[in-house]
């Protein structure tokens, strides 16, 4: 033990003059390599704050060390446990149809937001449910299909450009302790004319993190990937750190190790005096706090955000490509094409096989949560099509595959003005118990890891407070209801 209350007290000395968890992981990657070999074996450090205490977990793939910081003690004590099995810091969870039982954070939705918190929880060892009626695979949900967009410089606004930086790490850590394949780097292509705010807003989130490489033209893109025929003259901003998100294969390494943690039924929630009342067909469970993170049927949960949202159905296609070899993964960037009055239409390589898939992001038309069908007709895809047929011959073709994606977008926000399709991700001011997680614009994926840690630290942490950027009380009822 010389060598670990060593390694505790050189981690106390340096968690108290440290504020950056980032930089806190990496010195404590590398010193625990160093530290301990024999038993570091694609491991990764998992910090979160939250009760009262700071939670360390350094995760390896033979043993973990959980480091707990008590900070409400005056002598603000180390401990260490040494423990085998990452996952059972708790007994697991399960909820049986004639107990009543309890639990101190309950998630009811499990798309990749709600996954992504129900790993951090457990990871502080929290005693977390999961709530969610939909397996793994089925074709509904945000979160459903293969793959998302990554990209780590948002032309949005610097909020999602930090939260992506944060997420980057996260997917990392993830990919260590998991061992899955996660985020396929791949370029990130933005393109659009030369008045584009898109690709100028891109650009200059990418200069803030340093030079920009790559072409900055159409002419320069059309030479460095065959497959474009963009104009000459527009203008190109590619970010050379993006990827492929697996949306399917990140819930998969979220839930690992938790399944019993996670009930497979829809659930209702009522406020009560003693907590928050989880219902099911399963049976009932009280929690003291609940995260809600139910997608597009968040309002048939809580009535009172419906009218601050808008869910619209999107239609997405894959197209088999008229050039194989120019689409392909690795030679092929994602792509982001700003076509003006067309819209904004985005695509991916043929990583998969199946083709290129490609939509369009603006907003379709409205949709209700069960609006899964019917499929895209080629009609609701002729955009897209036109647009690849334009600009993206080479990955024009027959459409392969079709598919219905659906966005959940805030309506404009009438305190803090301003667009509209931002996230929520906030307590909600009536009942500050219930914990709201609604970052669903279209572009959320992305940000799973580090809004997962956001809401373990929001429940956790009485003292954590949501980001002006995603906070709920931007709309007047809740800004009314919380003075």
Known sequence: MGCQLQFLRGLHAFWRKSANRCRLRRRLNAFLQAAFPAAWDKACVRIARGGGRTCIAVVGRCSAFEILWERFQPARQLCLRLQLDPAARRRPCSVRSDVMRSCEIAIVGLGLMGSAALRSLATCGADVLGFDPMHLGEPRGSSHGSCRVYRRFNYESDAYTDLSERAFEGWRELEAVTERVILKPSAVLEAGPKDSKLVAASRAAAARKGPIEGPSSGAEANAAYPAFNLPGDWSVAVQQSGGILLAEEAMRAFRLGLEERIVPASARFTSTPTGILVSTSHGDVMAKQLILAAGPWISKLLPEIGPHLRVTRQAVGWFKPSRPSAVRYGEFPIFILDNGKRGLVYGFPDFEGRGVKAAQHDLGPDAGPDDWSPLPTPEELSVV???????????????????????????????????????????????????????????????????????????????????????????????????
């Open 385 to 483: 099509r036109t647009t690849l047929e334009q600009f993206v011959p080479g990955a024009a073709g027959p459409i392969t595959d079709r598919d219905v994606c659906l966005y959940t977008n805030t309506l404009q926000a009438d305190v803090v003005v301003d667009d509209g399709n931002e996230f929520i991700i906030d307590r909600l001011p009536g009942d500050p118990r219930i914990i709201v997680a609604s970052p669903c614009s279209g572009h959320g994926a992305k940000f799973a890891t580090a809004i997962g840690s956001m809401l373990a630290d929001l429940a956790l942490d009485p003292a954590a407070s949501a980001s002006p950027a995603f906070s709920i009380q931007r709309f007047s009822a809740f800004a009314r209801s919380a003075s």
